[in-house]
């Protein structure tokens, strides 16, 4: 299997390798999801449901982003934008997303949360679609692994015998797709969500292990939506039943984690996630005082650097704000190594 051209690289902190075992699996994975999928004869109609519009609303960006940095001659750009939403956008969310509705859906599943005949349809239409899409969008950047998984995925009729003929996908062909309020709403899902693993990471919890959860928010729009997406929420930060959605309030149960966390729509809302049995009292005492001694160390270095004679006065201005930009971070991750004490005296 060759390696990707150069221009991904920049995009990329994981190797070639591993950016082409990601494509790779999520191609695997959705091939396995859509089974015995054929795209239909008819054009298809743009989705219903709140992922499948997600989706196609980010691939239709992927598309202009990446068609304007072909047009400027910024490889780059349009590597970086189709690196992003396959990589972040179709791999680490769509697909998490959809999984349970599509497996719930395979022949001998069953219970109550059956997902209906038309949203099992729209998704794997949905899915067939953007897969496809993305394979042509990274085919100038990486062709060989392209070209061999979009001989085994699902296609229109009308497409030639290799991917190499194209049509590339532009942003004209997906602009219908573009949706605004969608992106938002996905937005503030996601930072709720990124909130409550954010919690679970830190504080080293077993990855199999459910938590209590709870969001505030003083939005009632807000909380209306995270109770339609509760399930969501429960999948993706494993919650101990239903994440409970509730107005602000100055209560906060012994053991609990708050972070708040901002989208354009919520403005602030906090995600309290209870540790209580979760994590041991002594190695996250263990924990803190190793993060406290290395910030401690930093701290000194940066300190040290900003106090040398003549530093600030000869550095360069961005090396002199990179390093104040540091020191004020370390102060504050500090200070909330400090309130942690008081959680490690609670679980």
Same mark, same amino acid.
């Given at each position: 299997?060759?390696?990707?051209?150069?221009?991904?690289?920049?995009?990329?902190?994981?190797?070639?390798?591993?950016?082409?075992?990601?494509?790779?699996?999520?191609?695997?994975?959705?091939?396995?999801?859509?089974?015995?999928?054929?795209?239909?004869?008819?054009?298809?109609?743009?989705?219903?449901?709140? *992922?499948? #519009?997600? !989706? =196609? @609303?980010?691939? /239709?960006?992927?598309?202009? $982003?990446?068609?304007?940095?072909?047009?400027?001659?910024?490889?780059?750009?349009?590597?970086?934008?189709?690196?992003?939403?396959?990589?972040?956008?179709?791999?680490?969310?769509?697909?998490?997303?959809?999984?349970?509705?599509?497996?719930?859906?395979?022949?001998?599943?069953?219970?109550?949360?059956?997902?209906?005949?038309?949203?099992?349809?729209?998704?794997?239409?949905?899915?067939?679609?953007?897969?496809?899409?993305?394979?042509?969008?990274?085919?100038?950047?990486?062709?060989?692994?392209?070209?061999?998984?979009?001989?085994?995925?699902?296609?229109?009729?009308?497409?030639?015998?290799?991917?190499?003929?194209?049509?590339?996908?532009?942003?004209?062909?997906?602009?219908?797709?573009?949706?605004?309020?969608?992106?938002?709403?996905?937005?503030?899902?996601?930072?709720?969500?990124? *909130?409550? #693993?954010? !919690? =679970? @990471?830190?504080? /080293?919890?077993?990855?199999? $292990?459910?938590?209590?959860?709870?969001?505030?928010?003083?939005?009632?729009?807000?909380?209306?939506?995270?109770?339609?997406?509760?399930?969501?929420?429960?999948?993706?930060?494993?919650?101990?039943?239903?994440?409970?959605?509730?107005?602000?309030?100055?209560?906060?149960?012994?053991?609990?984690?708050?972070?708040?966390?901002?989208?354009?729509?919520?403005?602030?809302?906090?995600?309290?996630?209870?540790?209580?049995?979760?994590?041991?009292?002594?190695?996250?005492?263990?924990?803190?005082?190793?993060?406290?001694?290395?910030?401690?160390?930093?701290?000194?270095?940066?300190?040290?650097?900003?106090?040398?004679?003549?530093?600030?006065?000869?550095?360069?201005?961005?090396?002199?704000?990179?390093?104040?930009?540091?020191?004020?971070?370390?102060?504050?991750?500090?200070?909330?190594?400090? *309130?942690? #004490?008081?959680?490690?005296?609670?679980?």
């Amino acid at each position: 299997m060759a390696s990707p051209p150069s221009a991904l690289t920049p995009y990329a902190s994981r190797s070639r390798r591993t950016l082409l075992n990601k494509v790779w699996n999520a191609a695997r994975l959705s091939l396995e999801l859509l089974g015995d999928y054929a795209w239909p004869e008819a054009p298809q109609r743009l989705p219903l449901g709140f *992922a499948n #519009r997600w !989706i =196609r @609303s980010r691939f /239709a960006a992927a598309c202009e $982003a990446a068609n304007s940095g072909l047009d400027a001659f910024r490889i780059d750009e349009a590597a970086g934008a189709a690196y992003r939403f396959f990589w972040n956008e179709l791999c680490d969310w769509y697909l998490e997303l959809v999984k349970p509705v599509l497996r719930d859906a395979a022949p001998g599943a069953a219970g109550p949360s059956r997902p209906s005949a038309e949203t099992v349809a729209e998704t794997k239409a949905t899915l067939a679609y953007v897969l496809e899409g993305s394979l042509r969008l990274l085919h100038p950047l990486m062709p060989y692994i392209t070209e061999e998984l979009w001989q085994r995925v699902p296609r229109p009729a009308s497409r030639r015998v290799s991917i190499a003929f194209g049509p590339y996908p532009t942003a004209a062909d997906e602009c219908a797709a573009r949706d605004a309020g969608v992106d938002a709403h996905m937005d503030l899902l996601q930072a709720t969500i990124s *909130a409550a #693993r954010t !919690i =679970r @990471s830190e504080h /080293a919890v077993d990855k199999w $292990a459910e938590v209590p959860a709870r969001v505030r928010s003083a939005v009632p729009a807000v909380r209306e939506f995270l109770r339609e997406h509760a399930d969501a929420i429960r999948l993706l930060v494993k919650t101990s039943g239903p994440p409970v959605i509730e107005e602000p309030s100055h209560d906060r149960a012994p053991g609990t984690v708050v972070s708040t966390c901002a989208s354009a729509l919520a403005g602030s809302l906090e995600v309290h996630v209870n540790l209580k049995g979760l994590v041991e009292a002594n190695a996250e005492r263990a924990r803190i005082e190793r993060e406290l001694k290395k910030i401690d160390r930093e701290l000194g270095t940066l300190e040290k650097k900003l106090g040398a004679p003549g530093f600030v006065d000869r550095a360069p201005p961005q090396v002199v704000e990179e390093a104040q930009a540091q020191k004020a971070a370390l102060i504050v991750s500090r200070a909330g190594l400090e *309130a942690a #004490r008081q959680l490690a005296e609670e679980l």
